[in-house]
């Protein structure tokens, strides 16, 4: 089956990376049937509205190339068609014009000990259509002070299908006569939504779970307008690391991670904090869905050709930042030296001023394995483009000065080897076997001199590339030092 699955954020706020994980198993349900990834704004409640949301929606798509093939469209524009089928249900007495001011509910709310619910009972003890005359309903509604809401049968088994949890009963009872239409005009949430699923042939809605508790209200609008429902896909929350609860913001920002896919006020994203698209949709991936062999990395198109929806989990899927780190670092470790000198322009920039475009080049391919994120290609080609600013004390400590300086005048000595980091490396194992240094710290020495600490590439790389003059100069600094 082809489908049609829609991402329909409401523009309350930024969208943050629980959002883009359901959007990203939209797409991927879309596109695995060569269907249609489609976006709508759910902007029907104006007084959330904020300013700034829906760009922050789009321009996280965009980075992330989740590319929408329709819409956005968007719901206040499309108050016309919610009228008209509004209209159908209050003809039919499947809905009803409420007038209960928000004291009178608040004072049956009080009465029932916060347990109030407007249903068929409690309906007609309120102020309503059904309980007023027709001619002060008229004369309510001509002052706007209604709402429309939806007629739940009184007692009634509702069945409703997810295609995560199977299928679900839930006793009509325990739902309420939820508000579908303000005296603005503006349907709200859930009756939008069904309106629209069935109006742009949406066949299947993939969401998160905190929904699940609307599908049988849903399903209700669906059999009163005899429309067949799509298929639904609640998808597990997304958990804080530790603990119990949904990961939120704070959470995010007491792990020292970002919480959104781009930057959003003073917050910034995973792009802005050297993240990878390929790699944040890999690890969202992994967040309620596992494929079936050991593989974790994935493409965004490996992911559309993998995936299966049956492989959907129940239950919550633990945020955990260090995988998508690791997942992030897969796929730079994979990237081509050119794209990674593309996506850091301040390191490319510092390469450019000291190295042909190959060399540039040549020295990505050394330290890609080294990458966590794209901040760490600054800090890795440091050593190509200047001396150690420090030496690690430690590491003096333990090879002794002594041993540091013997090393280090080897290489003086035998300068003309310099150039010659095979033949370098042969004469230091003789010279080290000669004056009993082993030969771990002779190449720790040579690496603290190059790097200032025992980390980094390859050392007979970086001396091959920082070239002879550089190599004696940094020994020079060394042997100054110490
Ligand atoms: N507007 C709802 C939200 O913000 C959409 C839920 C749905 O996909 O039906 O999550």
């Known amino acids: 089956m082809i489908e049609r699955a829609r991402f ?9 990376i629980g959002g883009v994980r359901t959007a990203l198993f939209n797409y991927l349900i879309a596109k695995k049937s060569g269907g249609k990834f489609i976006l709508r704004i759910e902007d029907t ?33 499309r108050k016309v068609l919610y009228k008209k089928q509004v209209e159908k249900l209050l003809r039919r007495g499947l809905a009803y014009y409420a007038f209960d001011t928000s004291a009178e509910l608040e004072r049956a709310r009080k009465e029932s000990n916060g347990e109030f619910k407007y249903n068929h009972e409690t309906r007609r003890k309120m102020i309503n259509s059904f309980t007023v005359s027709e001619e002060e309903a008229r004369s309510r509604i001509k002052r706007n002070g209604y709402v429309i809401r939806m007629v739940v049968p009184e007692k ?20 309420e006569d939820k508000v579908i239409m303000k005296s603005d005009g503006m349907p709200t949430y859930h009756f939008a939504n069904v309106v629209d699923d069935h109006d742009m042939k949406i066949t299947s809605v993939v969401r998160g779970e905190e929904w699940l508790s609307s599908l049988p209200s849903h399903v209700t609008l669906y059999n009163y307008f005899g429309w067949s429902p799509p298929k639904f896909y609640h998808l597990p929350l997304i958990l804080k690391s530790t603990g119990q609860g949904k990961l939120s ?12 896919a781009v930057q959003w006020e003073e917050s910034k994203g995973f792009k802005e904090s050297g993240y990878t698209p390929e790699g944040i949709l890999n690890y969202l991936a992994l967040l ?26 129940k239950s919550g899927a633990r945020f955990d930042i260090k995988k998508a780190v690791w997942i992030n670092h897969l796929h730079l470790r ?25 060399v540039c080049e040549e020295i990505i391919d050394l330290i890609k394995e080294r990458l966590n994120t794209l901040f760490d290609v600054e800090k890795e080609v440091l050593v190509f483009v200047g001396q150690p600013k420090n030496y690690d004390k430690e590491v003096i400590e333990k090879i002794t000065r002594n041993t540091i300086y013997n090393v280090l005048n080897f290489c003086k000595l035998n300068e003309e080897l310099i150039s010659e980091p095979t033949l370098l490396k042969e004469s230091l194992m003789s010279f080290g076997s000669e004056k009993q ?19 980094g590439p390859d050392l007979f790389k970086i001396i091959d590339i920082i ?16």
């Open 8 to 16: 329909a954020p409401s523009p309350t706020g930024p969208l943050h």
């Open 45 to 77: 409640d104006s007084k959330r509205t904020v300013a700034g949301a829906e760009d922050h929606i789009k321009d996280s798509l965009k980075w992330l190339g989740l590319n929408i093939d329709e819409g956005p469209i968007k719901q206040s524009e």
């Open 156 to 175: 009634e088994t509702i069945l409703v299908n997810d295609e995560i949890r199977g299928s679900l009963s839930f006793n009509s009872r325990e739902i």
């Open 249 to 260: 913001k704070r959470d995010a920002e007491e792990q020292g991670h970002p919480i959104f």
């Open 288 to 313: 309620g869905w596992k494929g079936k062999g050991d593989d974790e990395k994935y493409s965004l198109n490996d992911l559309v050709k993998k995936f299966d929806s049956k492989d959907i989990n």
């Open 334 to 358: 994979d990237f081509s030296s050119k794209k990674i000198l593309s996506l850091c322009g301040q390191a490319n920039t510092l390469l450019e001023k000291n190295y042909s475009s190959d």
């Open 437 to 455: 240094i082993s030969f771990g710290n002779i190449m720790k020495t040579l690496r603290l001199c190059m790097v200032g600490s025992l980390s």
């Open 467 to 482: 070239g002879p003059e550089e190599t004696l100069h940094r020994i020079d600094s060394l042997i100054n030092k110490i």
